[in-house]
């Protein structure tokens, strides 16, 4: 029961928190990011935010460090909309799944070109 609690908190979290970096932050630091998922602990005091850096690494560092200096308002935002005895505690992580997903893909259609020239 617990668990499917905290799996319930996760999803509303990952709405939430997308629409806040939507809607609600405004620093000029933040590139493109997306909230790709979130695990809250069983005792529900902590939250894994994974996120979705593009641009170069550059900007993906600033982006990272933009999310971690915005955390106390993402909380209170957080704190406003759930109606919760206590907020989680938030902590930032960067997901690379999609990159290496697009880089898969690449080589993928690099083999598949190859084998298509090759071919007489």
Same mark, same amino acid.
């Given at each position: ?5 905290? %799996? ?7 709405? =939430? ?9 405004? %620093? ?29 690494? =550059?900007? &993906? ?8 200096? $915005? ?17 989680? =505690? ?8 999609? $990159? ?13 070109? &190859?084998?298509?020239?090759? =071919?007489?």
């Amino acid at each position: 029961m617990a668990r499917l609690r905290a %799996d319930r908190l996760a999803q509303l979290i990952r709405d =939430e928190v997308s629409d806040i970096l939507q809607r609600g932050l405004k %620093d000029p630091r933040l590139g493109f990011v997306s909230v790709t998922d979130v695990e809250v602990s069983g005792d529900l005091s902590h939250a894994k935010v994974f996120v979705s850096l593009m641009g170069t690494e =550059e900007e &993906e560092a600033a982006s990272l460090q933009a999310l971690e200096s $915005a955390t106390g308002f993402i909380r209170t935002e957080l704190a406003r909309r759930i109606r919760l005895r206590r907020v989680p =505690e938030i902590v930032f992580k960067p997901d690379r799944s999609i $990159a290496r997903g697009a880089r898969i893909f690449q080589l993928l259609s690099e083999i598949a070109k &190859e084998k298509r020239e090759g =071919e007489p």
